[in-house]
């Protein structure tokens, strides 16, 4: 799920003129919505879609996850925060007013930890003590999987496509029933996916399924011609770095598109980078988008069509796992990115200007400041307002790190030993943490703390701003409370007994 290094200098101009001429934009320009994490306020969703559309996004691959309002026997399935059935209905019409295509996506082979956690559920995993697969064999499994498929199905009755999933699906063909088959897991994998598929197309014979491509890597390559997948669904193929021939080599290519006329690719503009990052790495995404645009150019064969272009944007690694950047900061990286995969082969200046314009920008040194998050203050966009406050936490953090290094992991006079018998002298203590500044960056950060938890309200709900505040604030404030309890305590002690009692 990495990203690479950078290959190359920031300094050389954006990208060479020679690069992409052969490159035609996809027909869907989707951008990723991943709402296992994060979920923005319905306000925000509605917001972007104007600058979406207007940077050449045409579509939406909406990752419900948890946040779909499920009903009847697995409304359990649903977050209590879930979206409403209005909610999403409004927001279905905006998207049809703008021009863009909504793609549902749900997850129904692998990351399935958001109902194979329930414990009404437990029972239909692949592994007993692991959420993550479900188990293909138990017949229970098809019911809950067709139960959630219908039930989207019905809310977003003008869809053409629907993606389910399939990525990641590490444990297969592992359970006393799956083994009992006597097959292997390549056939468990295909036969799951295509039962599924003939489900969706026995009600919906017009509606194309998508998966993600990951699991067909580890098959020999020319195994996929004979697995007939290509009547069932339509590949995305995803790579979030540079090397794209040495994540998925030719000969492999030369398979997905011997068997597949209609492909998707995907790259990402936020949550590739690090688990737990705060801001996305622009220039990362970016030379992401444009290996994979010199590769289209270079390599898809006129037989072929690129039907879609997906800007993934991940919330979090899985159900789990922590969050990772939020939706507003990275819509920079979106529209950088979205303008550039969509459109024939323009000079910088050209995306630059479309950017500052539907940003509302006035960058002097465009570029760089984009790749940066420089100077969003000169923009004026929805969630603009947060990536300064971002910038500013990056700084706090280091701050607050060297700060309990120097006063703690390397400070002589108050160790865990020093701390643990009251064998302080106070007056060392009060040089060191006055030297440091310690009060005035405490009052600081606590200040900054409420403010950016305060200025989350407008695009988050109580639930997710506690469990991101939780995630990337606080144990930094536990670090500061943790100083000033233990300097305040040393203050009281003038005398001493010997020092092994
Ligand atoms: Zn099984």
Known sequence: MYLTKLPRDYNEPYYPQTYFKNYNPAPLRVVHLDLKGAPPKMSYLKEILPIISASG????????????????????????????????????SLCDYYGIEVIPLVQTFGHMEFVLKLQEFQHLRELNDNPQEICPSNSDSLKIISEMLSQVLALHKKIKRIHIGCDEVFNLNVCANCMKLNTNSRDVFLDHIKTISRGIKSTHPKITVLIWDDMLRSWPASYIDSTNLNKYVEPVIWIYGTEI???????????????????????????????????????????????????????????????????????RYDHFASLCELLPTAIPSLILNLLFISSTFKQQEDVMLSYNEILKCNLKNSFHDIIQLKNTEYCSFPGQELIPLMLKLINYRSEIKILFERLYE????????????????PIKLKLLFSKNQFYKILKNFSQFSSEIELKLKKYYDKETIEEWFQEHVEFYLNKLEFLRESFEKSLYRNTWQHKKI
């Open 57 to 92: 996004g045409n579509a939406l691959l909406i990752e419900y996850e948890d946040m779909f309002p499920y009903e009847g026997l697995i409304r359990n399935v649903s977050a209590v925060k879930a979206y409403s059935r209005n909610q999403i209905n409004e927001f279905l």
């Open 245 to 315: 021939k040495k994540l998925i080599p030719l000969s492999y290519w030369y398979w997905y598109f011997k068997h597949f006329q209609n492909i998707w690719i995907a790259g990402a503009f936020k949550g590739a980078t690090n688990e737990m990052a705060i801001l996305p790495n622009v220039s990362l995404h970016f030379e992401n988008q444009k290996s994979w645009l010199k590769f289209i150019s270079k390599h898809v064969k006129p037989q072929n069509t690129v039907v879609g272009y997906v800007l993934t944007g991940w919330s």
């Open 410 to 425: 390397t400070n002589s006079w108050m160790t865990s030993f020093h701390l643990k018998r009251f064998y302080i002298n």
